[in-house]
C-alpha cells in the first residue's frame, strides 16, 4: 500500500542517516475507506493525491513544532511516498480521514519518492507556520493564512536526489 509520511527538512536528513523512518508507531497518510467515501468521485490518481495533501498539512504541523523548538531549517513541507505491507498498515480515526498508524519502520528501500516544497514556497509556509496556532484556535483570517500554503505544488524527487537536496534545506 501506498503510505504517505509528513516529514521536515530535519526528518529527511534523519531517513539518509539512520536509512529508515521511524521508530513506530508513525502517522501517515493514505486511500482508506473514509476517505474514498468522502471523495467519492476520485481515481485513485486524485485519492493519492488527496492523502498527499493530508500529509503536507501534517508537515506543516511538524516543521511547527520543530520551529517552536528551535530547530533551524528551510520552511518547506516534506512528504514521504513509501510502498508498505497492507499488513502494517492500521486506519486511524483520530487522524482524520486518510490517517493511518504503521506498526513498523519504514526502510530507505521501501521509500518511493520524496515531496518538498519550492524555495518560492517559503514565505508563504513562513506565514502559515506564524498562524498556524491561531487557525487551531479558531481565529478565521489565521486559517485563511495556513490555507494559502495548499497553493504550492510540492516537487518530486527520486530518491537518489535526497542526499543532493539536504544540503540546501538545512542550510550546510
Do not use: C, K, N
Not at 6 to 19: D, K, Y
Not at 31 to 51: F, S
Request: proline share 6%; aromatic share 4%.
Amino acid at each position: 500500500m501506498r503510505v504517505y509520511l509528513p516529514s521536515t527538512p530535519r526528518g529527511l536528513a534523519a531517513l539518509l542517516e539512520q536509512r529508515e523512518v521511524g521508530p513506530p508507531p508513525l502517522v501517515a497518510f493514505a486511500v482508506t475507506p473514509a476517505l474514498r467515501e468522502w471523495y467519492a468521485e476520485g481515481d485513485e490518481e486524485e485519492l493519492e493525491y488527496a492523502a498527499s495533501d493530508l500529509a503536507a498539512a501534517a508537515s506543516l504541523e511538524r516543521l511547527q513544532a520543530e520551529t517552536s523548538a528551535g530547530a533551524a531549517s528551510a520552511a518547506r513541507r516534506v512528504v514521504v511516498a513509501a510502498d508498505v505491507p497492507d499488513a502494517s498498515v492500521q486506519p486511524d480515526a483520530a487522524l482524520g480521514r486518510g490517517g493511518v498508524r504503521l506498526g513498523a519502520a519504514v526502510p530507505l528501500a521501501r521509500i518511493a519518492s520524496v515531496h518538498v516544497d519550492d524555495a518560492e514556497a517559503e514565505p508563504d509556509v513562513r506565514a502559515a507556520l506564524q498562524a498556524l496556532p491561531a487557525a487551531r484556535a479558531g481565529d478565521g483570517d489565521a486559517a485563511f493564512t495556513v490555507e494559502q500554503v495548499e497553493g504550492h505544488e510540492l516537487l518530486w524527487y527520486a530518491t537518489q536526489e535526497v542526499e543532493g537536496l539536504i544540503g540546501g534545506l538545512l542550510g550546510t
